[in-house]
């Protein structure tokens, strides 16, 4: 299992593609999912916010939360830091995370690639 990164380390942080830090690169992913959330929310895809798993654990012992989307092509989920968590208002929250299906990283990259071949609203 990959461990979580955190932003807070500076030399985590600094690392380059010499485009962009890893730090730059997570607050775009972090963006980019508020901003595909709030859109999936408006299509009445289930999404929903939880500060535990869905074995009632807190997210890595706590200070995180998770965030999952249920996509016609599958589950979907992320993690964010306490921070993060006003990015996501309007994102209703739940006691205790949906039941996770077992997705791995390579899952959920397939399930956005497919979901998002079949949106009817993406130019071809």
Excluded: K
Excluded at 21 to 36: K, N
Excluded at 80 to 89: A, G, I, L, P
Excluded at 98 to 109: M, T
């Amino acid at each position: 299992m990959i461990s979580p990164v955190s932003a807070d380390d500076a030399d985590t942080a600094l690392l380059s593609d010499g485009f962009h830090t890893f730090a730059e690169l997570y607050e775009f992913r972090l963006l980019y999912h508020a901003h595909a959330l709030r859109l999936w929310l408006q299509q009445g895809i289930r999404v929903v916010r939880s500060w535990r798993h869905d074995n009632g654990e807190e997210c890595f012992g706590g200070g995180w939360f998770i965030v999952v989307a249920e996509l016609p092509s599958g589950q979907v989920s992320n993690h964010y830091r306490t921070t993060c968590r006003s990015m996501f208002d309007g994102v209703p929250e739940t006691p205790t995370a949906p039941l996770w299906d077992g997705h791995s990283v390579g899952d959920v990259l397939h399930r956005l690639r497919t979901n998002l071949e079949g949106s009817s609203d993406v130019p071809s």
